[in-house]
């Protein structure tokens, strides 16, 4: 037999022994790297030049630790692509694996609060075309792995754009990965709002380690003639699984980066597994469950048009005056509010049946009784009937979802899950109409 049959021999029999000791089936982590420079239907202030660079730094230092990585950059950085990669991780993963997700590229927010990270066919305002992080717990919490770890090198806000510290970070050569709107101030952060879930957000389903504080930006620049992440930049070195803890961890990275930047960009792990070791489980730490009321009000993200869609509130009692667009005749209206603890409530129809709540192109007028002067009100416009019907089922007979996780409820609603509808949100204290 020749030496090179019988090493190979050996080390299948070797590999044999060590699963029969183990007891389990070998294993190999997984992981889904994404970065994304170019953005070609956003404004040229979103682009990047050092997020592909990251991807490829995460995705060699993964294999280099054993994990089977997935890489998506730029073109093959779509929407679709991006969570279709992740819906094929729920049938490839097994419960005695490890899962990484990594993004790299540009973040926003929406003006409630609410974080996206922008993959390479994000298109202008359409925040349909972002991914929500609210699509992305849902598509990461559901994959089987013995630990979900979500890794953002983005930012979701920058109350400092525009202000002398943005203009003194340009002068040192920092590129800002906060996406706004120069042509309209929709994504503008308003710092009057709290935001309802951080993208860092305590769950006992995923670690997310994001490379900024909510209200800041997250920065790139050159390092020896390439450009990075501040953060990947100083995180990829630090890995070491079963051995670094994430607080310390997180404190290195805040030393190094705030050389770099000051206290501009200041990472962020989730706080319940900042005791415990890179990318391993939380082991029995206690944890909040996901906030089901805010996921709820969040879910929906429609093109705001006022062709197809205006309200304006009025009168006391208050009264929500819902005008479709007059070929609507085929429409399904459904009417949300918030108040300030937030709870969410269904508005109209108080029957939780889509027939109700039929526009058939006339001017509806709903009562808001039971809305407070401050609550918000959110009012989609359905395409169709059944999509309607979705939403409405996640309501109990009271009509209210809280902030406590049911384990009854419906599996929360997400964009992916309808297709064709519109949104309008009003503050009730303020008597505008939806732009």
Excluded at 73 to 96: C, F, P, R, S, Y
Excluded at 250 to 279: A, E, M
Excluded at 290 to 319: C, D, F, I, T
Aim: include cysteine.
């Amino acid at each position: 037999m020749s030496t090179k049959r019988i090493l190979k021999s050996a080390l299948i029999a070797m590999a044999a022994v060590m699963s029969a000791l183990s007891g389990t089936t070998a294993k190999a982590d997984h992981a889904l790297v994404v970065g994304v420079n170019q953005y070609p239907g956003l404004e040229t202030n979103a682009r990047l030049l050092g997020a592909v660079n990251d991807a490829t730094l995460v995705a060699a230092k993964l294999k280099s630790l054993g994990f089977t990585v997935t890489s998506l950059t730029d073109q093959q950085a779509t929407k679709d692509e991006i969570l279709n990669a992740l819906g094929k991780m729920h049938g490839t993963v097994q419960d005695n694996e490890r899962f990484v997700f990594y993004y790299a590229g540009c973040g926003t927010v929406h003006t409630d609060g609410s974080d996206f990270i922008l993959p390479y066919d994000a298109s202008g305002i359409d925040f349909s075309t972002f991914i929500s992080q609210f699509d992305l717990y849902d598509a990461v919490s559901g994959i089987p792995a013995k630990s979900r770890t979500v890794v953002i090198d983005a930012g979701f806000n920058d109350y400092d754009y525009g202000s002398g510290s943005a203009v003194a970070a340009k002068a040192a050569k920092l590129k800002s990965r906060f996406y706004y709107s120069l042509k309209r101030n929709v994504l503008a952060p308003d710092p009057t709002v709290e935001p309802p879930i951080p993208m860092a957000a305590d769950t006992d389903q995923i670690c997310y380690y994001v490379a900024a504080k909510e209200t800041q930006s997250a920065y790139e620049r050159e390092f020896g003639g390439s450009t990075h992440g501040i953060f990947t930049y100083y995180l990829v070195p630090r890995i070491t699984p079963g051995q670094t803890k994430w607080a310390a961890l997180n404190s290195d990275l805040s030393n190094n980066i705030t050389k770099q930047v000051g206290n501009r960009q200041l990472p962020v792990v989730s706080q319940v597994y900042r005791p415990g070791v890179v990318f391993d489980p939380m082991a029995t730490l206690a944890a909040p469950r996901p906030n089901r009321a805010m996921a709820l009000w969040q879910a929906l993200y429609g093109v705001h048009s006022a062709k197809r869609l205006s309200v304006e509130a009025y009168g006391s009692p208050l009264v929500l005056q819902v005008r479709p667009a007059k070929t609507d005749t085929s429409s399904f209206v459904v009417v949300l509010s918030k108040n300030k603890a937030g709870d969410v409530k269904l508005v109209y129809p108080v029957s939780r049946n889509a027939d109700d709540g039929a526009a058939k192109g006339d001017s509806l007028a709903v009562p808001l009784p039971s809305v407070a002067n401050g609550d918000r009100v959110k009012t989609i416009l359905f395409a169709s009937k059944a999509d309607a019907q979705k939403l409405l089922v996640q309501f109990p007979a009271t009509g209210v979802v809280t902030k406590a996780l049911d384990p009854k409820s419906p599996r929360p609603l997400h964009t992916q899950d309808v297709a064709t509808f519109y949104t309008a949100e009003i503050d009730t204290n303020v008597v505008v109409a939806s732009k």
